[in-house]
């Protein structure tokens, strides 16, 4: 089955830097444009960023442009969000997902989501 495993995640102080990692297995990873989202206390989900499963094609959420970068290496199926100058409102829990590069929604079949990992920043 699809199995997405994130890493990297902690605690970190306002201005430091974090890379988070995504392990994906059961599924043809060419075939997938990964993102990653989060979700903060008493938030909802949000879009944080994604990439085209060619890796030339990369959007970002307003929040983070010029902060986070997204990047994968298709040869180790997996997918990395470079963190920098983190501040507390980067704390929340960060999702990996898989979406088929055919769909055109994060939602029903053919999309994927990790467990999430927590990221903590302190002011």
């Known amino acids: 089955q699809v199995q997405l495993v994130e890493s990297g995640g902690g605690l970190v102080q306002a201005g430091d830097s974090l890379r988070l990692s995504c392990a994906a297995s059961?599924?043809?990873?060419?075939?997938?444009?990964m993102g990653w989202f989060r979700q903060a206390p008493g938030k909802e989900r949000e879009f944080v960023a994604t990439i085209n499963r060619g890796a030339g094609s990369t959007t970002y959420a307003d929040s983070v442009k010029g902060r986070f970068t997204i990047s994968r290496d298709n040869a180790k199926n997996t997918v990395y969000l470079q963190m920098n100058s983190l501040n507390a409102e980067d704390t929340a829990v960060y999702y990996c997902?898989?979406?088929?590069?055919?769909?055109?929604?994060?939602?029903?079949?053919?999309?994927?989501w990790g467990q999430g990992t927590q990221v903590t920043v302190s002011s």
């Open positions: 997902a898989a979406r088929l590069v055919y769909k055109p929604t994060w939602r029903g079949d053919g999309v994927y």
């Open positions: 059961g599924l043809t990873f060419n075939n997938y444009v």
